[in-house]
C-alpha cells in the first residue's frame, strides 16, 4: 500500500501481461523496500538506478533470456529472484556484491563453465545440477554442467 508522498513499503505488480524492457529508473517510490514484478512478460531489464531503499526484488517467471549482468546492484538490495527465466551462459558473479543474503537462479539455462563469486553458496539457490563449493577468502566456485 502507499500512504501520501509515494511511501510505498510493498509494490506487488506480480500475475500481470506487463512485457517488453523493465526499466526501473523512472520509479518514484523513495521508500520502497520490496518489489514483486514476478510472473509478468518482460523480456529484457536494467538494474542499475534501482530505489535505494529497494531490499527486495523478485523478477522471477518472466521471459528474461540471454547473459546476465549483475553489476551495480543497489547496496540495500539484499535478496534477487531471478529464477525461472531464459537466461543462459555462464552468469558473471565475480562482481556479486558480498552483502547479497539470497540470489535464486534456479530454473534457467545457464551451463558451459564455471565462476568465482565473492558470496558463500548458502547465499546462493541453484539448480542440483550446478555445483557450488568453497574456493578461497570466503569465496565460492559455481560450476555449471556443459552446453
Known amino acids: 500500500m502507499c500512504g501520501t508522498n509515494n511511501q510505498c513499503g510493498v509494490l506487488d505488480f506480480s500475475n500481470n501481461l506487463f512485457?517488453?524492457?523493465?526499466?526501473?529508473?523512472?520509479?518514484?517510490?523513495?521508500?520502497?523496500?520490496?518489489?514483486?514484478?514476478?510472473?509478468?512478460?518482460?523480456?529484457?531489464?536494467?538494474?542499475?538506478?534501482?530505489?535505494?531503499s529497494l531490499q527486495n526484488l523478485t523478477l522471477s517467471n518472466n521471459q528474461f533470456s540471454g547473459e546476465l549482468?549483475?553489476?551495480?546492484?543497489?547496496?540495500?538490495?539484499?535478496?534477487?529472484?531471478?529464477?525461472?527465466?531464459?537466461?543462459?551462459?555462464?552468469?558473471?558473479?565475480?562482481?556479486?556484491?558480498?552483502?547479497?543474503?539470497?540470489?535464486d537462479l534456479r530454473n534457467n539455462k545457464f551451463c558451459g563453465g564455471s565462476t568465482l563469486t565473492p558470496v558463500t553458496c548458502t547465499q546462493l539457490l541453484l539448480d542440483p545440477a550446478v555445483k557450488c563449493a568453497f574456493a578461497y577468502n570466503g569465496a565460492s566456485l559455481v560450476t555449471f554442467p556443459t552446453c
Open 69 to 103: 549482468q549483475l553489476t551495480n546492484l543497489s547496496p540495500s538490495l539484499q535478496a534477487l529472484d531471478l529464477s525461472s527465466n531464459q537466461f543462459s551462459g555462464v552468469p558473471d558473479l565475480t562482481k556479486l556484491p558480498a552483502y547479497i543474503l539470497t540470489l
Open 19 to 52: 512485457s517488453g524492457t523493465l526499466d526501473l529508473s523512472n520509479l518514484v517510490a523513495p521508500s520502497i523496500t520490496t518489489l514483486d514484478l514476478s510472473y509478468n512478460r518482460f523480456t529484457d531489464f536494467q538494474l542499475s538506478n534501482l530505489p535505494a
